[in-house]
């Protein structure tokens, strides 16, 4: 057996490696800082040319509580973005020892799920290889699509009015994906005892286009008191402006240790107990791994019926401090929110070659930065004016998914996956429709 083991390592670790060769590569600036870098003092700026009575000029301080506190909504995208969920380490061929026989035997008819866990180990000695890819890509923050935001900036002391009361409205449009290839290797260390590690490798895109108006609900039509100037044009003013930032970045992301253990097996019942380390590899400042260290324990029920093998999982993701959390900007760090966890599915053995599998998985987020939408009325004593905006807020929160897929025995030991998740509510950070295809391989 040692021998075996020795002779599958080398080719296992080349497996890791090729999988593992998308180069890290980086376009534009860190990504965690695009929404400071287009909102912040370097990006939306409104000149003035007015000269006050006491002869001194004016400048327009379009900074409001919104400018300093849209790192929220950094918080809140960037916290989601490195959360995103792993093809689960569970093999499909699971074994145990027959005692009568002597020999091992397959414990399921059915190749188990794809994103969620079952109770039984893949057997003393043997290695289970997979390789998966998932692509997402966002629609909706909070039920507001990412395809237009509206954002309303004030001027200090707005509340006074007169031409203090001009706003700066803008509707933006971010444009977030990542994509996830996840090697994943298995040992069974005993009959009832896993050792698992997952190397995911990283791609992520974020993009944000701005639209600005100054909106002169106090100064009417007095252009030269607010007004945006092209920095590439020689002369000229006007009241709208385009501002944009974004980039990509790839390599390597957060990889995760795991070990599991199979408590109880009672004929076709089981119950395991694990725990996940998430280990910080991934370049937070890029938003290819959270930049903390994270603990899930995690417990699995399984029985079969048959063909039909239901599940349950339950577990509780505890996050350390991350940039992510806090202002990757002044480098300081902040909790990133802890997370309760479930799922409720079956698989289904079609035949000796294919089985179904059907999840619905959900994540309590506890005490995380929200968005929600909302009104913004500007008004001086003659005029009103209302525009769309939006607001900042800590809640906790639950994310609803749907999960199908399948699995097929295409030769030997070797399974081919397909699994498609989708959305089934609007809270959080959603993407309608992931989808998702990989193998594994018994040995």
């Not at 008191?225 to 000229?236: I, L, S």
């Amino acid at each position: 057996m040692r021998r075996r083991i020795l002779g599958w390592l080398p080719g296992v670790c080349a497996a890791l490696l090729v999988s593992s060769a998308w180069p890290a590569a980086a376009q534009g600036d860190r990504l965690a800082l695009v929404f400071e870098d287009i909102f912040g003092p370097n990006g939306l700026t409104v000149n003035s040319e007015a000269v006050l009575p006491d002869g001194s000029t004016h400048s327009a301080h379009f900074n409001s509580a919104f400018q300093s506190n849209f790192t929220q909504f950094n918080i809140a995208l960037a916290s989601q973005l490195t959360a995103l969920p792993l093809p689960s380490p569970a093999s499909g061929f699971t074994y145990r020892f027959d005692e009568t026989t002597g020999t091992f035997v397959r414990s399921t008819q059915s190749f188990g799920p794809i994103l969620t866990d079952r109770a039984e180990t893949i057997g003393k000695g043997r290695f289970s290889f997979g390789f998966n890819v998932q692509q997402f890509t966002f629609d909706r923050l909070e039920n507001i699509d990412l395809d237009r935001v509206p954002a309303v900036f004030t001027h200090d002391e707005f509340q006074l009015g007169g031409g203090r009361a001009d706003v700066v409205t803008t509707d933006n449009f971010v444009r977030a994906s990542v994509g996830q290839m996840t090697s994943v290797l298995t040992y069974g260390v005993t009959d009832r005892f896993d050792l698992s590690v997952a190397v995911p490798m990283v791609r992520t895109t974020l993009e944000v286009r701005s639209h600005a108006s100054i909106q002169r609900v106090g100064t009417g039509q007095a252009h030269t008191v607010h007004f945006f100037r092209d920095p590439d044009a020689t002369e000229g003013i006007g009241s709208t402006r385009d501002f944009q930032a974004g980039g990509s970045a790839s390599g390597l992301g957060d990889m995760i240790l795991r070990a599991k253990s199979t408590l109880m097996r009672e004929g076709q019942r089981g119950l395991a107990l694990g725990l996940d380390v998430r280990v910080p590899t991934g370049d937070e400042r890029d938003l290819l791994g959270a930049g903390a260290v994270g603990v899930k324990p995690f417990a699995a029920f399984s029985f079969a019926y048959g063909r039909v093998s239901p599940h349950v999982n339950v577990a509780y993701q505890w996050n350390g401090d991350s940039l992510l959390g806090g202002d990757v900007k002044t480098a300081r760090k902040g909790d990133l929110p802890d997370q309760f966890l479930y799922a409720v599915g079956a698989d289904l053995g079609i035949s000796d070659v294919f089985s179904l599998t059907a999840d619905i998985l959900g994540r309590r987020t506890i005490d995380s930065p929200r968005v929600r939408l909302q009104s913004f009325t500007a008004h001086t004593s003659t005029v009103s004016e209302t525009f769309d905006d939006i607001a900042f807020f800590r809640d906790s929160f639950t994310v609803t998914s749907g999960s199908i897929g399948c699995k097929a025995n295409v030769v030997g030991r070797l399974l081919v996956n397909f699994n498609v998740r989708f959305a089934l509510d609007h809270n959080g950070l959603t993407d309608r429709v992931t989808p998702l295809v990989g193998f594994e391989y018994g040995f």
